[in-house]
């Protein structure tokens, strides 16, 4: 009997460590995860700062501000400005035309012409 109960006490010795340690585990785990959670936020947080500091940084007026100022940079004229529509057929934009002073086959093409009429 008495070696029956010290096998009982030996197995409910292990039993209990082993329950300790489970719990010791468990405590350490949800600790562990608490700890990370709370890094979650604050990079949740930390993310929602930057995206507010790139909206700020990326606002139309402040980079017109910078582009005056620090590049010197300014609107063109209403006359230079062509709007080109992306929908429509490569063939129906417009070429850039040049003043006829300029054009580099501007005089060929009315000597072209002046000689068809006078013909």
């Not at 006359?79 to 300029?102: E, F, M, S, Y």
Request: net charge positive; charged share 20%.
């Amino acid at each position: 009997m008495t070696r029956l109960s010290i096998i009982l006490l030996a197995v409910l010795t292990f039993g209990a460590l082993g329950l300790v340690t489970s719990q010791h585990k468990a405590r350490k785990l949800f600790v562990e995860l608490e700890r990370e959670q709370e890094h979650s936020r604050q990079l949740d947080i930390e993310y929602g700062q930057l995206q507010l500091e790139s909206s700020t940084w990326s606002m139309h007026t402040r980079i017109e501000r910078i582009a005056r100022q620090s590049l010197r940079m300014r609107l063109p004229e209403a006359g230079r400005v062509q709007i080109i529509d992306l929908n429509a057929p490569a063939t129906a934009v417009p070429a850039l035309q040049l003043p006829d002073a300029q054009s580099p086959g501007a005089a060929a093409a009315s000597s072209d012409a002046s000689s068809k009429a006078a013909r």
